[in-house]
């Protein structure tokens, strides 16, 4: 079983009750192999952590940023509390190494549904925080490991997804506004893999691969953004 010890260390929070935090580490698929687990699993303190999280980053930022519209706010706030950036804040604190899974969720370490997993639990963390520290160090918690991410945001403009920061750059730098054509449909129909061609004017910039159109046409701009440089 993972050593909280060590967990509390790195957080450098000494719980009052170690069993909060290790539920907050405790997938559901674990509970389903290991019926005689006295705790629960982490779904309630998830729901907990992110209405925290979500408190706590908008009061920062309306309160620093007073003359900035609500439409930026909101755009700002999504990707400080996305699964993406979650995830990356789990790997900056090791927390995969004290999660509790089921030995099939274990083996699939690099598989997109283990992102989710470690961006829920940071959630499921902030809820044990909350509960076991209080609001205030909940706050310091949020402040010091994911609101800090901010300045690099707003300069990469990663609060925009990659279609839009693709069109916004296409249009100021080319002139044009990008076009996605579909290149391939392959596979059943649920599981469907596309593939979509991303064009400026009649110049093919990128192709890019997803289980939707969408997907499709996020993974060709993302790309398109690293080709072109910008």
């Known amino acids: ?73 909101t755009n700002w706030r999504a990707a400080l509390v996305n699964a993406k950036m979650l995830y990356v804040i789990a790997m900056e ?36 925080i909350y509960l076991d520290q209080g609001l205030p160090r909940a706050k310091k918690f949020i402040s010091d490991r994911i609101i800090t991410k901010l300045p690099e945001i707003l300069k990469t403009q990663a609060y925009l997804d990659p279609k839009s920061r693709f069109q916004e750059q296409a249009q100021e730098k080319r002139g044009v506004t990008p076009r996605y054509d579909i290149l391939a449909e392959e596979g059943p129909d649920h599981a469907k893999l596309f593939t979509v061609g991303l064009y400026l004017t009649d110049e093919l910039i990128a192709t890019g691969q997803g289980s939707s159109k969408q997907e499709a046409q996020v993974d060709a701009a993302a790309k398109g953004l690293k080709l072109l440089n910008w």
């Open 93 to 128: 604190i090791g927390l995969e190494d004290y999660l509790y899974l089921s030995r099939g969720e274990a083996k699939d370490k690099d598989k997109k549904s283990r992102h989710y997993i470690l961006a829920n639990a940071v959630e499921s963390l902030i809820g044990a």
């Open 1 to 73: 079983m993972p050593e909280l010890a060590n967990l509390q260390k790195i957080l450098g929070i000494k719980f009052k009750n170690t069993n909060i935090l290790r539920q907050a580490m405790v997938h559901r698929s674990y509970l389903n192999e290991h019926p005689e687990f006295a705790g629960g699993h982490n779904e309630r303190l998830e729901f907990l952590g992110d209405a925290v999280l979500e408190i706590v980053v908008t009061e920062h930022l309306y309160l620093n940023y007073p003359d900035m519209p609500e439409g930026d706010l």
